[in-house]
């Protein structure tokens, strides 16, 4: 402890043999001899993680975001929430590990051993999100759900099986587990739920189990399929490592990076090939200038592949992030890399994932970041307004984006914390 | 025989004292006394140069020295202790994360006060450039944001920015801090760069002279006339305004 002495004033010279505090003028640094008695506080351990957290965003009157006072307002002072414009944090129990959005409704899964593995919220009219068994009736079901709620699946070891994907399209869902092959649920009217069609069937109560997994309808006829069957053309035995589909398009990408694709090609999807409408078989696509493919996502109308450099090629009808006036195109045509946050300071970003919604495409980059782009239906781009965006705009999650689901008019994202 | 006139008394420099010349000095962008670097003066005609200089939003370096550990009253590690916190769980990683994220809220901001609008195919060609900048007032944006060193508590950031005021960046430094859940202070900043400006070609004290002085402007005679020249197409009215005004901005840009 130092001591400080101070003479005061000469006439009544006496010594000050303790510390005093004199006040000093403002920016003068402390002596380093007198000690700090602050506490020291901690506000994070050394060994925390980072936690997983969802957030949601689009239209909410299907109930699709999750929180179900933006449907019905639980106090008398707040007024219904038609459109999220902005990321929403959606509290969950358990860490998401898969999401899935179709049109209307959203699918939650985790891939832990309890008993609840699969959350649903949104449309339930056609029995997508399961049975859902109202308070009032032990018989129906409800129409519409708007919290996130547990579906039950018919499993035979639910204490052991892990649940590793979910899908969904407009009005059916298909769970992938690790041990007990896929689930189907919901609209069958075309056999997508890969059960046989029963004319007017309501789809209520329905839930089926297949062994194989689900196939797009590549089959070379036009009538329907309600069964599984392996996709024939150019694709008989090639190994396939990510199929993609949106509407009526669909892409397959193989182990070797090259892309094939079938189905609608009114809006030049598959351009590269045919020039008919269609296309029931599939074939090797020759996309000239993009290099291995790693990953493919359709949209509608529009069509987007990732090389393995990281680089976003786009191509087909719709708002494909050149600016307004490319809206059209039948080749690959690559996106600016300086959108995803590529300049001087930072050469090495690049993209590692891409998704697509029924109008619009998000990917996300290496660093965490989330890029949208494309017709903004009712807020689905998560931008903050209702404009369309026509090249890749950042959109503000307070985290690392791990995972995207776009839906038609909304969209989830799976985020982790920095700290 | 003595010449009394030239005898006079004030024509002894030890009476009257050096003889000067009246120079105007103007001081470009202001540099608080806490900071360090570049500060850029306009001599004579050189004054008015300066405030366009000013005006063209060039961009600015700055290398910002932090220490985490704890927060004070006005940023910098000589001000009052308010909080003490723990950093031992802050690692190079967690920071570039936060840097990143700060990064993209900024990069958003600099499209947004750009004033152009978005939806044309002429925003689209501005921003595949990376030319979009924001031309009439705005906040201080950071245009490039990465960490240089990092050696806990101690770490350098270098920071590219416009409309800033040192101020500011101290703040930034203590954002930094509180993102990574932990509290940061500044201990220096330092201007290396105030558009063509570099630290390499600035005046220490000892060349403080005459000679260096006129030596440094004729260097950077070329540049003083490009601002001045942005000046001039500045004020001619249209299209042309922003075009050359983003040509003139990459050619200083390539010429650092």
């Not at chain 1, 049975?131 to 052991?160: C, I, M």
């Not at chain 1, 006036?325 to 993209?351: D, H, M, Q, W, Y």
Request: charged share 20%; aromatic share 8%.
């Amino acid at each position: 402890m130092a001591l400080v002495s101070i003479r005061s004033c000469g006439r009544c010279g006496f010594l000050l043999g303790l510390r005093a505090y004199a006040t000093r003028p403002v920016g003068t640094p402390r002596k380093r001899e007198q000690q700090d008695d602050t506490p020291v506080f901690q506000y994070v351990g050394q060994h925390r993680k980072p936690q997983g957290k969802v957030f949601v965003w689009g239209f909410s009157y299907t109930g699709a975001l999750g929180i179900p006072s933006f449907v019905v307002p639980d106090s008398g002072r707040k007024k219904p929430r038609k459109y999220q414009l902005t990321p929403y944090r959606l509290d969950t129990e358990q860490k998401i590990s898969s999401a899935a959005c179709g049109y209307g409704f959203t699918l939650l899964a985790c891939n832990s051993r309890d008993l609840t593995k699969l959350w649903g919220m949104g449309l339930n009219k056609d029995s997508q999100l399961g049975f859902q068994r109202t308070q009032h009736d032990r018989h129906k079901s409800y129409d519409y759900v708007l919290e996130p709620s547990p579906v039950s699946l018919p499993l035979v070891n639910p204490q052991e099986t892990r649940v590793l994907q979910v899908s969904c399209g407009r009005a059916h869902s298909l769970v992938l587990t690790d041990s007990e092959g896929v689930f189907s649920m919901g609209n069958n009217a075309y056999g997508q739920c890969g059960r046989k069609i029963v004319e007017d069937e309501v789809y209520r109560f329905v839930f089926q189990q297949y062994k194989q997994h689900a196939v797009t309808h590549g089959l070379g006829h036009h009538s329907k399929a309600s069964c599984p069957v392996p996709v024939g053309g150019d694709l008989a035995g090639v190994k396939v490592q990510q199929v993609a589909t949106y509407g009526d398009c669909s892409l397959a990408v193989s182990t070797e990076g090259q892309v094939f694709g079938w189905g609608n090609s009114e809006y030049l999807q598959l351009a590269s090939v045919t020039e008919a409408t269609q296309m029931s078989s599939p074939r090797l696509l020759p996309l000239r200038g993009v290099g291995r493919v790693r990953q493919a996502a359709c949209g509608g109308t529009q069509v987007a592949v990732l090389n393995e450099e990281g680089e976003v090629f786009v191509w087909g009808f719709g708002i494909l992030g050149k600016g307004p006036k490319l809206s059209e195109s039948a080749i690959p045509e690559r996106v600016p890399a300086t959108f995803f946050g590529r300049s001087e300071f930072n050469p090495t970003v690049k993209v590692s994932s891409i998704r697509c919604g029924l109008n619009h495409f998000a990917a996300i980059t290496d660093r965490g970041e989330l890029f949208v782009w494309g017709k903004n239906v009712r807020g689905c781009l998560g931008i903050g307004k209702h404009d369309d965006q026509y090249f890749p705009w950042r959109v503000t999650v307070p985290g690392h984006v791990t995972d995207v689901a776009c839906g038609v008019d909304h969209m989830v994202a799976l985020v982790k914390t920095i700290i | 025989m003595h010449n009394y006139k030239s005898m006079k008394l004030m024509n002894f420099s030890e009476v009257t004292g050096p003889q000067f010349h009246k120079v105007h000095v103007g001081v470009g962008h202001r540099l608080d006394a806490f900071s360090s670097g570049v500060l850029v003066l306009g001599i004579g005609k050189g004054n008015g140069v300066l405030e366009h200089l000013c005006k063209s939003h060039v961009t600015r370096d700055y290398m910002l020295e932090g220490e985490f550990g704890k927060a004070t009253d006005n940023f910098t590690h000589t001000g009052r202790v308010i909080e003490k916190t723990t950093y031992d769980h802050v690692t190079l990683d967690k920071l570039e994360r936060v840097l990143a994220m700060i990064q993209g809220a900024n990069q958003k901001a600099l499209i947004m006060y750009s004033q152009v609008d978005l939806h044309t195919q002429e925003a689209y060609e501005l921003a595949v450039r990376g030319l979009l900048y924001p031309h009439g007032k705005s906040p201080p944006i950071l245009t490039g944001l990465r960490c240089i060193h990092f050696n806990p508590p101690h770490f350098t950031l270098e920071v590219q920015c416009v409309n800033e005021t040192q101020k500011y960046l101290r703040k930034l430094i203590h954002e930094v801090g509180l993102e990574l859940r932990t509290s940061a202070v500044c201990s220096g900043v330092r201007r290396t760069r105030d558009g063509p400006f570099k630290v390499e070609n600035a005046l220490t004290r000892q060349h403080w002279t005459a000679g260096s002085i006129i030596q440094a402007i004729a260097h950077f005679s070329k540049a003083t006339r490009k601002i001045r020249k942005l000046e001039m197409y500045k004020q001619t009215a249209g299209q042309l305004n922003s075009n050359a005004q983003v040509q003139e901005q990459t050619r200083s840009q390539t010429d650092e």
